[in-house]
């Protein structure tokens, strides 16, 4: 029989004043109770029944409202099962997770590495407070690109009478000079700066004693770091200590700094106060405005009320009032370079960063990083079909959108956390090695700096967004019916293609990173291979502490009675040197004067032997030219070009003028062009003259070219003996020529260690994301692979249908990577005056390479699958 139903009044009341998330409950327990009683007593005791437990319920317990009709659930609890729930996952597709987990871990790893690079790299002479108006004054010719770093000596005495200027700081560096302590007899070669006063006005030192306004405004004095105070004398009590300077010129310490920090471009221990270097430079030339070089340096700290370019006019009229020659005011004028920039040029610390260098490394750390996101994003929806019955249940019992997107986020957020962890750890073992390719004074505790970890933290974020927001909104919009009713794609779905495309993407950057590898290495393969115009090889060249003719004379005796030494030759510098002098060379014909910025060389008679420098016309400078009223000089071939002779015969006996013209030169012979700068730079107009006060260097040339470790030991140990015999209180340092020429392109040979590094790791990624589509596409083609191998479906037909697919992807991103990686290797050769062609075969070489590579890799599984017995795939789901 149908039981009555309860009054409904009493139940409109319960309605009413029930809480909502209690209601259900509580009507269908009463309801129960009633149908019971109906059976078991009677229509009317239950509505009695029904009365009192109505009344029952009208409790504050019960009748408390509560804002929502169900309560919100704890977000912690949330998180916790959408954690527990992505952990289950990523146990149960293991490979999967291996692959994703491993990717990211190297994309991670990579970006970390070059995150510490490029901050150590723009984070020089940041510390000091009036950084962004501290400003270094240098020469530019209009004929030249690039500005010089050094400007004439008397240049720093007029700039403080201007009034644009807070500070100026002439800076006179010497990269090894000889320091002894009378007090113990020890012997140092040491880097000295002779530096104004005002450089502590200029940059922020701290001081353990003496004070800033009278520490070096005395000549014979100077200041010393922490550390070098504990290395001359073993405590940083050195106030009023001597150190002998060349044994020519006792110093007396007159304060002592703190240690500067490693970003500094201003390393600076030893710093001697700037009237002292008159005293032991005779030839310094205070009032100089002919000539010269890079180690005299000129710092500004400019008020703030002015801006540099409004500096212009001022420049000018110093150029008009003392450089005198209208040609040269017109060619040439001074600029302001920004205290952020100078890192970035040469600098006093030795070491330049190159800003298109950490370009290139911080695109390569994105690509990387992008392509273990690609992979990501790719096995995440390849693995749609076995996640499809999941999402539809879920779906069907009411999960919402959102919280299936939440769901998947988490699973992306969950293995991006432990390869950030996993890369923390791999950065900290391969940090050192990188610090050592870079050259860079990075450490470990780098990588745990707060900086480092707002960036992992971002990174975190990021690659949590990028791996997981377009699986995550793909996956959670599948319709429910489908997902649980078939076993395949929707109509009109395009999963597939994009993965195609992500594929390419991948592909498209490590066939660009191959490319600029290959031909990276050929122009640095160019270098160490080109002609020079002189030879590099076998030479030991070592500073000379002072230049005294005996001196000379006696250390070349000694060393020619060695066998294993062919020549010695004493100069200003090597045939190819990074510092050089120039100076404006005047050829005057009839009534034109022609001026050349001209690079001067200055060496002995024996400066051509040494270094296999071709004589064209003319004959080899004697040192005696020096003496002589007229002076003996010899030009290369760019040289007369620009002055308009044609010939090297025509350009003996003519003259020559030195700056202003006051001091002139006859042309004694022409020699072949050579490379007096580096292969970025064209060959300068050069002169070469014997100056025996500017010798600072000897040239030893061994008699064979390849020598044996013995005979330079042997070459070696006759040096040694000659040095002492002839300066017996220096300390001897030597270097062979090539490795010093090398230094030259340290950081191409850079580039192409770190092109090289993020090239292998970028295809090791996009193979593992190769490898793994291959594996999915294998398991998802299994009954197909079956069917065909029993109606006699070959093993190579089967590879070759698995394969073709992939290989069509890898065809695709080689067109679409040669443009690319062309217009990036033409941008990048234009550094260079001299440089290697961009030949196709490049191009078609890593197309072949990286078909090969992902040939190889999807055919493992493609053989595999084809080798499976037929039975296992056909006999059931």
Not at 528 to 543: C, M, R
Not at 697 to 704: E, H, N, R
Not at 732 to 753: G, I, M, S, W
Not at 850 to 862: H, K, Y
Request: charged share 20%; glycine share 6%.
């Amino acid at each position: 029989m149908k039981t009555p139903p309860p009054p409904r009044w009493l139940d409109r009341l319960l309605n009413w004043l029930v809480a909502p998330h209690l209601r259900e409950e509580v009507l269908g327990d009463l309801h129960e109770r009633y149908a019971r009683r109906v059976r078991r007593l009677g229509e009317r005791q239950a509505r009695s029944g029904y009365w009192r437990e109505v009344l029952a319920y009208l409790r504050p317990r019960f009748i408390k409202r509560q804002p929502n009709e169900y309560p919100q659930p704890n977000p912690i609890a949330m998180l916790t099962t959408y954690l527990k729930i992505a952990w289950r996952n990523i146990r149960f597709s293991k490979t999967f997770s291996l692959i994703n987990g491993f990717g990211l871990t190297l994309g991670i790893s990579c970006s970390l590495l070059v995150f510490l690079v490029i901050m150590h790299e723009t984070s020089y002479d940041r510390q000091h407070k009036n950084a962004d108006r501290i400003f270094r004054v240098e020469t530019m010719n209009k004929n030249y690109a690039t500005p010089h770093a050094g400007t004439y000596t008397e240049l720093s005495s007029v700039l403080k009478e201007a009034p644009e200027f807070e500070a100026v700081v002439p800076i006179w560096n010497e990269w090894g000079r000889g320091l002894s302590i009378p007090a113990s007899g020890d012997s140092f070669k040491e880097r000295i700066a002779f530096v104004d006063p005002a450089i502590f006005q200029l940059l922020d030192y701290r001081w353990v004693a003496g004070d800033a306004p009278s520490a070096l405004s005395q000549p014979n004095r100077v200041v010393l770091t922490e550390s070098y105070a504990k290395k001359f004398f073993g405590t940083t009590d050195a106030i009023g200590k001597t150190i002998r300077y060349d044994n020519s010129q006792d110093l007396q310490v007159a304060g002592v700094l703190e240690d500067y920090p490693v970003t500094t471009n201003f390393p600076f221990d030893v710093l001697v106060s700037f009237p002292t270097l008159k005293r032991v430079n005779p030839g310094y030339d205070s009032h100089g405005w002919t000539g010269f070089g890079d180690n005299h340096q000129i710092y500004v700290l400019l008020k703030s009320a002015f801006q540099p370019q409004q500096l212009a006019k001022r420049f000018h009229d110093i150029q008009v009032k003392y450089q005198k020659d209208p040609k040269t005011v017109e060619n040439q004028q001074f600029v302001l370079n920004p205290l952020s920039e100078v890192h970035y040029a040469y600098n006093l610390s030795g070491r330049q960063a190159n800003p298109k260098l950490l370009r290139m490394l911080g695109l390569i750390g994105v690509f990387v990083l992008l392509i273990a996101c690609i992979n990501f994003i790719n096995l995440t929806t390849a693995q749609t079909l076995k996640r499809a019955k999941e999402i539809g249940v879920r779906k069907a019992v009411g999960s919402s959108r959102g919280s299936l997107m939440i769901q998947f986020m988490a699973e992306a957020g969950l293995v991006t956390f432990l390869a950030s962890l996993t890369s923390v750890v791999i950065a900290w073992l391969l940090l050192p090695f990188i610090a050592s390719l870079m050259g860079l004074p990075l450490h470990t505790t780098d990588l745990f700096t707060w900086k480092t970890g707002a960036f992992l933290v971002a990174i975190l974020g990021l690659t949590t967004l990028l791996t997981g927001a377009y699986p995550a909104f793909r996956l959670s919009g599948m319709p429910p019916i489908w997902a649980l009713k078939s076993n395949k794609l929707p109509q009109g779905e395009r999963r597939i293609s994009l993965r195609q495309g992500l594929v390419v993407v991948q592909f498209t950057i490590s066939m660009i990173l191959m490319s600029c590898a290959l031909f990276t290495n050929r122009q640095v393969s160019f270098f160490q291979q080109a002609d020079l115009g002189f030879n590099k090889n076998a030479i030991i060249t070592v500073s000379l502490p002072e230049n005294q003719p005996e001196k000379l004379r006696s250390l070349r005796v000694q060393l020619m009675e060695s066998p294993q030494i062919k020549e010695v030759s004493y100069s200003f510098n090597s045939a190819s040197a990074e510092s050089n002098w120039m100076q404006g060379i005047q050829y005057r014909e009839n009534a034109e004067i022609k001026e050349v910025r001209t690079q001067i060389k200055m060496g002995d008679a024996h400066f051509l032997d040494t270094y296999c420098i071709q004589l064209l016309a003319g004959e080899k400078l004697q040192d005696a030219d020096t003496l002589s009223a007229l002076p003996k000089v010899l030009v290369n071939e760019i040289f007369l070009q620009r002055v308009g002779i044609s010939n090297p015969e025509a350009a003996l006996g003519q003259k020559v003028y030195f700056g202003d013209g006051s001091q002139l030169a006859i042309i004694k012979g022409v020699v072949k062009n050579f490379h007096v700068n580096s292969l970025h730079q064209k060959i300068d107009p050069t002169l070469i003259q014997v100056v025996p006060n500017h010798f600072y260097q000897a040239g030893i040339k061994l008699q064979s070219e390849k020598p044996t470790p013995q005979a330079i030991q042997t070459a070696l140990t006759t040096l040694v003996k000659a040095w002492k015999t002839t300066f017996p209180h220096e300390v001897f340092e030597y270097k062979f020529l090539d490795d010093t020429l090398a230094q030259a392109y340290h950081n191409e040979a850079r580039t192409v260690q770190l092109i090289e590094a993020s090239t292998l790791v970028a295809i090791l990624i996009a193979c593992l994301g190769l490898f793994g589509l291959a594996t999915f596409t294998a398991e998802q083609r299994t009954k197909e692979i079956g069917v065909r191998k029993v109606l006699g479906a070959s093993v190579a037909s089967l590879v070759s249908l698995i394969t073709k697919d992939f290989l069509k992807l890898v065809l695709l991103a080689g067109f679409i990577a040669a443009p690319i990686a062309w217009y990036a290797m033409r941008q990048w050769l234009q550094n260079f005056e001299f440089k290697t062609e961009i030949n196709g075969w490049v191009f078609a070489l890593t197309v072949l390479l990286m078909g090969s590579i992902a040939l190889a890799t999807v055919s493992f599984q493609a053989i595999r699958a084809a080798l499976m017995n037929p039975v296992k795939s056909l006999r059931s789901e």
